[in-house]
């Protein structure tokens, strides 16, 4: 039976919701003009200004340091995490709780670290915003290596560990590399939340210097201009390059999984 066409007018539709603004926003990052809602004609100057915008050069780096060190903690312990529950501990409790942080508003979550740091007198700065970072997306990475988890052959621990093999040793040389796929695609999906998050970082940052995101939202409130929406288009880049390479490694992982 032949499918209506009436029936992709609902999903071109919502496609066209989706991605025609983030369309609009890249084409207006080249606009030879100083606004940012009539086109005057192509140009790059406003990539040129972000070049020279010191600010946006510190922003740029204080996000890149709190994407680099709370991925590099999320990535370990959402791993840790996953192999724990998935092979020592079955419990629909933990789960739950692993994942909270996922689900939870970002601004609730937010609230709750900032009352935890003022709580253990914690110092707000850099560190901080790292932190909260490694919290929410280690549940990213947890869900993303367990899925993983659940396809690797268990029999192949089994035998290292007959065979003589310690914990740690079956680990290293038998799950990890089963992992590595799941556990890479992890790692990008937790640098391009962290990349992004504005709420968080927003609420616990304190008197240290802003990150790019806290940068963006400062030029917002002046108005949009093209110089925004080429940082925007550079941002969108670089996490649609960060998604689209954790998919690819997912989809490696699942190939050479079927071919074992």
Known sequence: MRRSKLLYVPFWATYVFLYLPIAVLVVMSFNAGRSAYTYEGFSLKWYGELAADERIATGLVNTLIVATGSTAIATVLGTLLAVG?????????????????????????????????????????????????????????AAVVRTRLAGADASLEEASRDLGAGPVVTFMR???????????????????????????????????????????????????????????????????????????????????????
Do not use: W
Request: no cysteine; hydrophobic share 60%.
């Open 174 to 260: 038998i799950t990890l590399p089963q992992l590595a796929p799941g556990i890479v695609a992890g790692a990008l999906l937790a640098f391009t939340l962290s990349l992004d998050e504005f709420v968080i970082a927003f609420f616990t940052i304190g008197n240290a210097e802003p990150t790019l995101p806290i940068v963006i939202y400062s030029m917002l409130r002046f108005g949009v201009t093209p110089k925004i929406n080429a940082l925007a288009a550079i941002l969108l880049l670089v996490s649609f390059t960060a998604v689209i390479a954790g998919q690819r490694m997912t989809k490696i992982g699942e190939k050479s999984r079927a071919q074992d």
């Open 85 to 141: 529950l998935a092979r020592y501990t079955r419990s629909k409790t933990l789960d739950a709780i692993v994942l909270m942080p996922a689900v939870l508003p970002d601004l609730v979550l937010a609230i709750g670290l900032l009352v935890f740091y003022g709580m253990i007198q914690l110092t707000l700065g850099l560190y901080s915003v790292t932190l909260a970072h490694a919290l929410f997306s280690m549940a990213f990475v």
